[in-house]
């Protein structure tokens, strides 16, 4: 029982609820997004700028999050993702996911396998 | 400074997505890259540092391509699109019906793009439902041959089969006597038409052509007219044709018509002589034109005519068929109580009639009575089949449900109703099953013909089977509904989920609800069941053609070439004994061939070749019994002293047949066991004296008067011979009584004889020696069937082959085809589990304890439907029990086995996922995703 619910709940994106987290009050790039994530977690979440570009663009098929290209004067385009009405109503549940993820971790990591 | 595009362009694999896509996907890289290069710069590295910076931050190009391909692909693409199509969805509903067409057509040609999309999903699918509908298509052809087309007369549902019965002494289905024959047609009104016809072979030698031994009929002039067959020249017969003195008159199929007189179109009024007399052809029947099909095909036709005084013209020869057309309204049950009736009535006048009665039978049952439930079950074990392919199909639908979750919640969101997902599944589906449907066919047509060589040439209208309309139609109509069946599965789970919920929901493939995976378990365990009923069926006849092929026969079949010969003869006196000594000779110079040990003739070869005659008996010193009715029948045969031999034959008591048992001496008879041990159990039986006819005073006077003096004689029995399988290998062989051809006397006598050879090397070696031997008597006499022996024994089996080989693919392909849907499944869970494997590992299981996981949970599917598949196995088999011998149809040895080769292939299906389980690497895992 504990072994199914671990199993999905696991795979609802950790790194997603990041991603979109990071989104809730700006619209940022993804340079920007892999430089927070580096911060946010003090380097204690190994995270691979390789697997954030296809992160994003998964969120934004799933119309979780929508990518604009914008040019500032002076500067070069760059892509801008913001988090969609979808996405942010999503971004409650993911947080929840998390935390029960959180907490089902600790309860097998105490029991043993 | 480098170009960080061309950089990325370089090592990023061809994503196969449009090229503006593409396009913005390497600006993108490239720019991260940049910022990371630029961002070094400030912090004061050097130029070549702050690139290798740059660069190591992606890793493997090429798993990155494949997680932007996986990331873009199709399904997940698809959300903005549904969005759209739905949008028109709802517009669409407010339009007129013309437009459905079109939304239709829009609706297929999405089916096919996703198909071309996935290339892979599409291939497995399409080819298992290939090999499902395949199997089906192939039985369906046969058993539409067989079983459903219309017979080729008019009118056929009106025409039946009437048959004597000698209920009292087991008889069910006899032929029936000619004078009995003429008193029904003159008596019942419920028939338009009753006519008679009786099989007949006939030497036939066509001016300097090579006489040929063919078979025919003898038919009344009513025959033709009744099942509505026209010739295609000349006329059919007409009543006077019927009298004795104008019945040499012959008709010629359309083969004969072409073989003998090349198709000559005056061929009407040439003559041909039949067994040595002069007759005039009067007409030809068409084409194609299956006299029944049960009995050989006629070549020739000729009236049925009795000379004066012929005893097949009596009460006591049983052996007309009957076929009459009832007239409208009139039901079979209806003709059955008139024909009771009339039985009854002739029963009181003649007392030979006495428990003499008649069976009513539509001809279509008659025809494919036997082979009915033999295609039944096949028909059944090709259903299955389809229904294990289509609960792969299934499966393999429902993990691409999973992954379109997404879509099918938006689309439900903006408002499509089940209907709407249900209609674009099924337009998903029906490219699918039409493809599949189409490469079914082409097995079919190549199964067909690979199966032809084992077709049994006894099943009826076996020529007629052929992939023709009607089954195109069966199996277009199959293919439509498997797509029904698994475009409903996912639609089901769409319509259960909770739009909210899995919009709220993360992740592609995120959740697997408990739901899915229990409707994942229920198609795993019912394909496992299905896949073990197919498998004890088959189990079960392998065992049946086991016991049949190592059934006793009660003769030694190895080494033996046997043939058939009617001696054409002339009437004249003393032929009979002529004959006689023909046969003789022919042994004689057979058996001093060089290579032959032994050679006889009898009459009738074991295992049905030949002519076989019932007699009633009488064993002197025993009570008679009461009634005509109650004297019993039994089989008997002429045969020669060197078929014992020859045959391989086992002596039990006494002596056999020798050379000097002839008119002069004592009349002999040989009985087989089962006679033994039926009329003289506990007794002696050598010495015995028995008589082929009823206490004398049972026999009717007239029938006495009738004999003039000539009736069968006693005989005394000198031997007992071991029984012989006479009918079929799965049948007890019946009481028998053997006489001395050369004693043949006033039981009967009959010019058509099968030879039995016995050969030191290869029996159809010696065939040419042998047929130069009979010509070399007899310059024009021809030989018919020549066949080994062990052909003949091959050819009883091949129905139970037949049966047992279809069943056997059939139950491999279903074994094959569950075994990939377990692993499937397995393959499937264990993926989505790979992060719980992980974390196990990480917090210190085994890998055994892994491989036990997923072993635990595949064999607990495997073990439920192995439970489920015995107990339907054990109520259907019960259906099958009549194709079984020598094995009942619970046979624990069969279902034991097969559960357990079942669970052993169900467990190494699950073995290759459960092993991927265990080699997860717990850092990869958990950072998954």
Redesign the interface.
């Known amino acids: 029982m504990v072994?199914?619910v671990?199993?999905?709940e696991?795979?609802?994106?950790?790194?997603?609820?990041l991603i979109l987290s990071i989104l809730e009050n700006r619209p940022r790039?993804?340079?920007e997004i892999?430089k927070l994530i580096e911060q946010r977690s003090g380097g204690l979440v190994?995270f691979?700028?390789?697997?954030l570009?296809?992160?994003l663009?998964?969120l934004e098929?799933?119309?979780w999050i929508e990518g604009k290209?914008v040019e500032k004067a002076g500067q070069?385009r760059?892509?801008f993702y913001k988090l969609t009405a979808?996405g942010r109503?999503?971004l409650p549940?993911?947080r929840r996911?998390w935390r029960e993820l959180i907490r089902v971790?600790e309860k097998?990591?105490l029991s043993?396998? | 400074m480098r170009d960080w595009k061309q950089f990325v362009r370089e090592r990023l694999p061809e994503l196969r997505l449009d090229a503006a896509r593409e396009q913005e996907i390497v600006e993108e890289l490239a720019q991260q890259l940049e910022e990371e290069y630029d961002a070094a710069l400030t912090q004061g590295t050097t130029r070549t540092d702050a690139e290798l910076r740059a660069m190591a931050q992606f890793g493997d190009w090429d798993e990155l391509g494949k997680e932007i391909h996986r990331a873009e692909r199709p399904v997940v693409a698809r959300v903005p699109a549904p969005v759209r199509e739905v949008m028109s969805e709802q517009r669409l509903r407010k339009r007129r019906v013309g437009n459905m067409l079109a939304d239709l057509l829009q609706d297929i040609r999405f089916g096919l793009r996703m198909l071309r999309k996935n290339p892979g999903f599409a291939a497995v699918a399409i080819l298992t439902l290939a090999l499902g509908i395949g199997a089906n298509t192939a039985i369906f052809s046969v058993v539409n041959a067989v079983l459903l087309e219309g017979l080729p007369y008019k009118d056929a549902s009106r025409l039946v089969f009437i048959w004597s019965t000698f209920i009292s002494q087991g008889v069910g289905n006899s032929g029936s006597a000619a004078p009995d024959f003429r008193a029904w047609q003159a008596q019942n009104h419920s028939f338009n038409g009753m006519a008679a016809s009786s099989t007949d072979t006939f030497n036939v030698s066509v001016q300097n052509q090579e006489p040929a031994r063919l078979d025919g009929a003898d038919i009344t002039a009513g025959l033709f007219p009744l099942l509505g067959v026209q010739p295609i020249l000349g006329r059919t017969f007409l009543p006077e044709d019927e009298k004795w003195g104008q019945h040499r008159v012959v008709l010629l199929s359309y083969g004969l018509w072409q073989d003998k007189f090349g198709g000559d179109p005056k061929v009407v009024n040439r003559s041909l002589r039949l067994n040595g007399q002069e007759y005039t052809v009067v007409g030809v029947m068409p084409r194609g034109m299956p006299f029944f099909s049960d009995l050989p095909p006629a070549n020739l036709f000729v009236p049925l005519s009795y000379a004066p005084k012929d005893e097949m013209n009596t009460r006591g020869n049983h052996y007309l068929n009957v076929v009459a057309r009832m007239k409208p309204g009139v039901t079979v049950a209806q003709a059955q109580a008139e024909m009771t009736g009339i039985a009854a009535q002739l029963e009181n006048e003649f007392p030979i009639n006495k428990g003499l009665g008649t069976k009513v039978v539509s001809m279509r049952e008659q025809l494919v009575g036997d082979a009915r439930a033999a295609l039944l079950v096949l028909l059944g074990a090709v259903g299955f089949v389809l229904l294990i392919a289509c609960v792969n199909v299934a499966n393999l639908m429902l993990a691409r449900a999973t992954d379109r979750e997404q879509e099918f919640a938006v689309r439900s969101a903006l408002g499509a109703t089940r209907l709407h997902l249900l209609a674009q599944l099924l337009a998903e589906c029906f490219p699918m099953a039409l493809l599949g449907g189409s490469g079914g066919v082409l097995l079919a047509i190549w199964g067909i013909r690979a199966l032809q060589p084992l077709i049994p040439s006894n099943l009826p209208r076996f020529n007629a089977i052929a992939v023709n309309g009607g089954v195109l139609l069966f199996t277009l109509v199959i293919s439509l509904v498997t797509a029904v069946f698994f475009a409903l599965a996912p639609t089901l789970l769409a319509a259960k989920t909770d739009v909210q919920e899995t919009l709220r929901e993360s992740g592609r493939g995120g959740s697997d609800g408990r739901g899915r995976n229990r409707l994942r378990s229920v198609l795993v365990v019912s394909e496992v069941a299905l896949a073990l009923v197919l498998l004890v069926g088959a189990g079960l006849l392998i065992r049946t053609f086991g016991a049949l092929r190592h059934a006793d026969a009660g003769f030694s079949p190895d080494h033996v070439l046997t043939m058939e010969i009617q001696v054409t003869h002339d009437e004249g006196e003393g032929h009979e004994n002529r004959i006689v000594q023909f046969f003789d000779a022919v042994s004689e110079r057979v058996s001093a061939l060089p290579g032959v040990t032994a050679s006889g003739a009898t009459t009738t070869l074991p295992l049905g070749v030949g002519l076989g005659w019932g007699k009633y008996v009488s064993v002197q010193g025993q009570v008679p019994p009461a009634s005509l009715d109650q004297v019993p029948l039994v089989r008997f045969q002429l045969s020669t002293p060197g078929y014992w031999v020859a045959i391989g034959a086992r002596r039990k008591e006494g002596r056999l047949f020798e050379k000097d048992d002839d008119q002069q001496s004592v009349q002999v008879a040989i009985v087989n066991e089962s006679f033994a041990k039926k009329f003289l159990a506990g007794e002696n039986p050598i010495g015995k004296s028995i008589r082929m006819l009823p206490p004398l005073e049972l026999i009717p006077k007239e029938a006495l008067a009738d004999a003039n003096g000539h009736l069968a004689p006693p005989r005394t029995i000198v031997g007992v011979i071991g029984d012989m399988k006479d009918s079929s290998l799965n049948a007890p062989a019946e009481p028998t009584v053997f006489a001395p051809y050369a004693q043949h006397k006033d039981e009967g006598f009959t010019s058509s004889m099968t030879l039995a050879v016995r050969t030191r090397g290869e029996p159809s070696a010696m065939a040419a020696a042998v047929r130069d031997v009979v010509h070399s008597l007899k310059p024009e006499q021809p030989v018919a069937n020549v066949a080994t022996m062990d052909d003949v024994v091959a050819k009883s089996l091949s129905q139970a082959r037949f049966s047992m080989t279809l069943l056997g693919i059939f139950a491999g392909l279903a074994l094959v085809l569950s075994a990939v849907g377990i692993y499937g499944v397995m393959a499937y869970v264990v993926s989505q589990r790979t992060r719980e494997m992980g974390i196990r590992l990480a917090m210190g299981a085994q890998t055994g304890d892994l491989l036990k996981l997923v072993m635990r949970h595949g064999g607990k599917l495997a073990g439920v439907g192995v439970a489920f598949g015995i107990a339907a196995a054990l109520g259907m088999m019960r259906l099958m029990s009549s194709m079984l011998y020598g094995v009942s149809a619970a046979d624990p040895l069969t279902f034991a086995g097969v559960a357990i080769f079942l669970m052993a292939v169900a467990l190494a299906a699950c073995y290759l996922p459960a092993r991927r389980a265990t080699r997860v690497d717990p850092m990869i895992a958990l950072r998954y995703e």
């Open positions: 072994a199914t671990l199993g999905s696991l795979k609802k994106g950790t790194s997603e609820v790039h993804g340079y892999a190994d691979h700028v390789a697997s570009y296809p992160m663009y998964r098929r799933r119309g290209w070069r760059r892509r979808m109503k999503a549940e993911q996911s971790m097998v990591a043993g396998s």
